[in-house]
């Protein structure tokens, strides 16, 4: 029989990211490593539109201009990655955007410096709000887009890393980059390989763990946490891919338990806070590759898969592709500490 495979619903999309982002061999850590290492560099889906929020936006701020917004409200930490990314995406788009962002002291800001600045540059006004108000952010969104409405705008809200089932689209998408990358490599097809990315509010895990049914990527996708831990983690991820299955009526089932892979442990002191072997990892990248990671997200994930591997060499397979998803200007809010002398 010659069954006609039903072609993947996607939602809407404006282009936003230069995609398809480049997929390349890490030579020297592969053999310091003693594994078969790749990087997918989703840092360079742009310049200060870059990172792995630029795909998510690409479906979602799609959807804020149908329903004809002028003005988008996004949360995240002070230097959130994504809060920077709907900035300028905004600027791009001619749309206003609010931000709140999270600070210890809201009336003693931090400075404008990393992804700050840039959300300034990009005409940003920012919100600064308490840790205490981040945990009840529904709350404080409805007061912020009642005042953009009361003054005769259109307001749009993006949840938290723009992580609801719309912006797994934008991982679905880059699962099919992926299945066409993969089978570009030479040799064997069938080697386990493993996609090892950093998580921290669970969209592009599970627009890649939909993405793999739906494009039939043949890797396992394995979650590195850099806040809270697996059962928050299993839970947010679970409820992404069940509702946008639900939604969009995909033709796939999800098994919470056999499906979702996070590897906890790696924390370590914090959200956005680093240990100096976080920032030696960071270092030795950069040398034996010309590839900064970040201290947020993607250092902390790529010092998880290297003790990982430093445990069992063979427990993501032959093959790993690990994610960059981006946040090189976190870099600069941290130069102070990088142990002198560099
Ligand atoms: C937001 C972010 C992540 C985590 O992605 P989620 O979809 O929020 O889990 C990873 N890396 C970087 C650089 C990010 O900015």
């Given at each position: 029989?010659?069954?006609?495979?039903?072609?993947?619903?996607?939602?809407?999309?404006?282009?936003?990211?230069r995609?398809?982002?480049p997929?390349?061999p890490l030579?020297?850590?592969?053999?310091?490593?003693g594994?078969?290492l790749?990087?997918?560099?989703?840092?360079?889906?742009?310049?200060?539109?870059?990172?792995?929020?630029?795909?998510?936006?690409?479906f979602?701020?799609a959807h804020?201009?149908?329903?004809?917004a002028?003005?988008?409200?996004?949360?995240?930490?002070?230097?959130?990655n994504?809060?920077?990314?709907?900035?300028?995406?905004?600027?791009?788009?001619g749309?206003?955007?609010?931000?709140?962002?999270r600070?210890?002291?809201?009336?003693?800001?931090?400075?404008?410096?990393?992804?700050i600045?840039?959300?300034?540059?990009?005409?940003?006004?920012?919100?600064?709000i308490?840790?205490?108000e981040?945990?009840r952010?529904?709350?404080i969104?409805?007061?912020?887009?009642?005042?953009?409405?009361?003054?005769g705008?259109?307001?749009?809200?993006?949840?938290?890393?723009a992580s609801n089932?719309l912006g797994?689209?934008?991982?679905?998408?880059?699962?099919?980059?992926?299945?066409?990358?993969?089978a570009?490599?030479?040799?064997?097809?069938?080697?386990?390989?493993?996609?090892?990315?950093?998580?921290?509010?669970?969209?592009?895990?599970?627009?890649?763990?939909?993405?793999?049914?739906?494009?039939e990527?043949?890797?396992?996708?394995v979650?590195?946490?850099?806040?809270?831990?697996r059962?928050?983690?299993?839970?947010?991820?679970?409820?992404?891919c069940?509702?946008?299955?639900?939604?969009?009526?995909?033709?796939?089932?999800?098994?919470r338990k056999k499906?979702i892979?996070?590897?906890d442990?790696?924390v370590?002191?914090?959200?956005?806070?680093?240990?100096?072997e976080?920032l030696?990892?960071?270092?030795?990248?950069?040398?034996?590759?010309?590839t900064?990671?970040?201290?947020?997200?993607?250092?902390?994930?790529?010092y998880g898969?290297?003790?990982?591997?430093?445990r069992?060499?063979?427990?993501?397979?032959e093959r790993?592709?690990?994610?960059?998803?981006?946040?090189?200007?976190?870099?600069?809010?941290?130069?102070?500490?990088?142990?002198?002398?560099?």
């Amino acid at each position: 029989m010659n069954r006609k495979k039903t072609p993947v619903p996607y939602p809407p999309r404006i282009e936003l990211a230069r995609i398809q982002t480049p997929f390349q061999p890490l030579p020297r850590m592969s053999e310091r490593l003693g594994v078969e290492l790749y990087i997918k560099r989703d840092d360079l889906t742009g310049v200060a539109l870059s990172g792995n929020k630029v795909r998510k936006l690409e479906f979602v701020l799609a959807h804020a201009l149908a329903e004809k917004a002028d003005t988008v409200l996004t949360c995240g930490g002070a230097q959130s990655n994504h809060a920077r990314a709907t900035a300028v995406a905004a600027a791009r788009l001619g749309l206003r955007c609010r931000l709140l962002l999270r600070t210890p002291d809201p009336l003693d800001p931090p400075q404008p410096e990393g992804n700050i600045l840039l959300d300034r540059l990009a005409g940003a006004e920012i919100v600064w709000i308490t840790p205490e108000e981040y945990g009840r952010r529904g709350e404080i969104f409805d007061r912020e887009a009642a005042l953009v409405s009361r003054k005769g705008g259109k307001p749009y809200v993006i949840p938290e890393g723009a992580s609801n089932a719309l912006g797994a689209w934008g991982y679905v998408k880059a699962a099919e980059e992926l299945a066409h990358d993969l089978a570009l490599l030479p040799g064997k097809r069938t080697k386990e390989t493993s996609v090892i990315l950093a998580t921290g509010s669970g969209g592009t895990a599970a627009g890649l763990i939909l993405g793999r049914r739906l494009h039939e990527l043949k890797a396992r996708i394995v979650s590195i946490n850099v806040c809270d831990d697996r059962a928050y983690f299993t839970k947010v991820i679970s409820e992404i891919c069940e509702n946008a299955i639900a939604e969009y009526n995909l033709p796939i089932s999800f098994s919470r338990k056999k499906e979702i892979e996070i590897v906890d442990g790696y924390v370590g002191r914090g959200y956005a806070l680093s240990r100096p072997e976080e920032l030696d990892i960071i270092k030795e990248v950069a040398r034996a590759e010309g590839t900064f990671l970040d201290p947020v997200y993607t250092g902390k994930a790529f010092y998880g898969m290297v003790k990982e591997l430093q445990r069992d060499r063979a427990c993501f397979g032959e093959r790993i592709v690990f994610l960059h998803t981006g946040g090189i200007f976190g870099l600069f809010a941290k130069s102070s500490e990088f142990a002198a002398p560099l």
